[in-house]
């Protein structure tokens, strides 16, 4: 059942000066499963915050910690200077906002909006329900139900329900799964702008990686009830810390090889096939010296491909590999190929179409070449398949 979190009357929410979460051994267990593992986060004041993950993962779990929705099996969270732990949810400073709007349908777009004014008593609402139906750019359907309303479009009235009640946290749990994908990618936009118009912090759950990095300034990637990684999006995606990571987060090569030597600031690896690979020695996870066994990641758009006929045309210092195409797709925007190299058995490269070598087919021969300093390295003990379909199957 869809539940809506309301804001505090105006003397609660004034007790929690700012902003930020903070959780402090905070977790979650039933009988003896563990949802949330004992963690600490601390989400900043005024940003956009995601909490990102499969299913099961536990980010759900946590969100409803900070709503109030779930009482913690252990720890602490504070909004603000507010210890809100054993605070009923209609206390916490927070709304919530799931993926089921909960609009009221009887009621048209003004007042579901003015609801929650309404039940705090508040008499004069016009000027901020236009307000708030200005900032969602929904002004001129404010007499229309619900049911006359698009999916994107009653999202944004939920939004605009929830912050009119001026909560220091805005909590989303998978606001955006009931969207088609055309119209998901726009609300994506529009939530960003909403949350830097209104320079609250928004805490969404989310287990679109897409989606958590377009919105999101900071991204927790969490696995099994534990953060597996913290970070800027773009620091995640090229700076992964674990196999969970990258593969979960976009699409990773990850070969199998050893530490053969060093050369400059660089680590050598040898694999199955001719050759060796040069990966820089700061962008591996773990410390690595000679004989140890690494994985060397490479995203897939970071790879060049040229027909073999063409091999000289690779410049000098460059990652190189040999192999065969064993699949080509076009989407559009570029082609998805896998090739089949000896040190690795299907490699993943995504080439932008531009000036398409129909040379490129299911059974070419082929040079795949990158830039060294593309190549990040992470601890081979890991499960190469984690954060895959094939290790969640």
Same mark, same amino acid.
């Given at each position: 059942?869809?539940?809506?979190?309301?804001?505090?009357?105006?003397?609660?929410?004034?007790?929690?000066?700012?902003?930020?979460?903070?959780?402090?051994?905070?977790?979650?267990?039933?009988?003896?499963?563990?949802?949330?593992?004992?963690?600490?986060?601390?989400?900043?004041?005024?940003?956009?915050?995601?909490?990102?993950?499969?299913?099961?993962?536990?980010?759900?779990?946590?969100?409803?910690?900070?709503?109030?929705?779930?009482?913690? %099996?252990?720890?602490?969270?504070?909004?603000?200077?507010?210890?809100?732990?054993?605070?009923?949810?209609?206390?916490?400073?927070?709304?919530?906002?799931?993926?089921?709007?909960?609009?009221?349908?009887?009621?048209?777009?003004?007042?579901?909006?003015?609801?929650?004014?309404?039940?705090?008593?508040?008499?004069?609402?016009?000027?901020?329900?236009?307000?708030?139906?200005?900032?969602?750019?929904?002004?001129?359907?404010?007499?229309?139900?619900?049911?006359?309303?698009?999916?994107?479009?009653?999202?944004?009235?939920?939004?605009?329900?929830? +912050?009119?009640?001026?909560?220091?946290?805005?909590? +989303?749990?998978?606001? +955006?799964?009931?969207?088609?994908?055309?119209?998901?990618?726009?609300?994506?936009?529009?939530?960003?702008?909403?949350?830097?118009?209104?320079?609250?912090?928004?805490?969404?759950?989310?287990?679109?990686?897409?989606?958590?990095? %377009?919105?999101?300034?900071?991204?927790?990637?969490?696995?099994?009830?534990?953060?597996?990684?913290?970070?800027?999006?773009?620091?995640?995606?090229?700076?992964?810390?674990?196999?969970?990571?990258?593969?979960?987060?976009?699409?990773?090569?990850?070969?199998?090889?050893?530490?053969?030597? %060093?050369?400059?600031?660089?680590?050598?690896?040898?694999?199955?096939?001719?050759?060796?690979?040069?990966?820089?020695?700061?962008?591996?996870?773990?410390?690595?010296?000679?004989?140890?066994?690494?994985?060397?990641?490479?995203?897939?758009?970071?790879?060049?491909?040229?027909?073999?006929?063409?091999?000289?045309?690779?410049?000098?210092?460059?990652?190189?590999?040999?192999?065969?195409?064993?699949?080509?797709?076009?989407?559009?925007?570029?082609?998805?190929?896998?090739?089949?190299?000896?040190?690795?058995?299907?490699?993943?490269?995504?080439?932008?179409?531009?000036?398409?070598?129909?040379?490129?087919?299911?059974?070419?021969?082929?040079?795949?070449?990158?830039?060294?300093?593309?190549?990040?390295?992470?601890?081979?003990?890991?499960?190469?398949?984690?954060?895959?379909?094939?290790?969640?199957?």
């Amino acid at each position: 059942m869809t539940q809506q979190t309301t804001a505090p009357a105006e003397p609660t929410a004034a007790t929690a000066s700012g902003g930020a979460v903070t959780l402090t051994g905070i977790s979650k267990t039933w009988g003896d499963f563990t949802a949330v593992q004992p963690l600490d986060l601390t989400i900043p004041e005024g940003s956009f915050f995601a909490l990102l993950g499969a299913s099961g993962c536990g980010k759900t779990t946590t969100l409803r910690m900070i709503a109030g929705l779930e009482e913690p %099996t252990s720890g602490t969270v504070r909004i603000g200077d507010l210890d809100a732990t054993q605070l009923p949810p209609h206390k916490r400073p927070v709304n919530t906002v799931f993926q089921n709007y909960a609009l009221f349908p009887h009621l048209d777009i003004y007042e579901n909006v003015a609801f929650g004014l309404r039940r705090r008593g508040i008499k004069s609402v016009k000027k901020q329900v236009e307000e708030m139906l200005e900032l969602v750019e929904l002004g001129h359907l404010a007499r229309r139900k619900p049911h006359q309303l698009s999916g994107g479009q009653q999202q944004r009235v939920a939004v605009a329900r929830a +912050l009119i009640n001026r909560p220091k946290v805005l909590l +989303l749990d998978e606001p +955006l799964g009931a969207l088609d994908l055309k119209l998901r990618r726009q609300m994506q936009l529009e939530l960003k702008r909403i949350q830097t118009e209104v320079g609250i912090t928004f805490v969404h759950v989310t287990h679109d990686q897409e989606e958590a990095m %377009t919105m999101a300034d900071t991204i927790a990637v969490m696995n099994a009830g534990r953060i597996e990684q913290l970070g800027a999006p773009a620091d995640l995606y090229e700076n992964p810390v674990s196999t969970f990571v990258a593969n979960f987060l976009g699409q990773s090569n990850l070969i199998e090889a050893t530490v053969s030597g %060093t050369s400059g600031g660089d680590l050598l690896l040898s694999g199955i096939g001719e050759g060796s690979l040069a990966m820089p020695a700061a962008r591996c996870a773990a410390p690595a010296t000679s004989g140890d066994k690494v994985l060397a990641g490479i995203r897939p758009e970071k790879i060049s491909i040229v027909h073999a006929d063409d091999a000289a045309e690779v410049p000098d210092g460059r990652n190189r590999l040999t192999g065969r195409i064993v699949d080509a797709s076009f989407i559009g925007v570029s082609t998805q190929y896998v090739v089949n190299s000896p040190w690795c058995p299907e490699l993943a490269v995504f080439s932008q179409n531009v000036e398409r070598d129909s040379r490129l087919a299911p059974g070419a021969e082929v040079v795949l070449h990158w830039n060294p300093a593309h190549t990040f390295g992470l601890d081979a003990a890991q499960d190469i398949d984690a954060g895959t379909g094939e290790a969640a199957a």
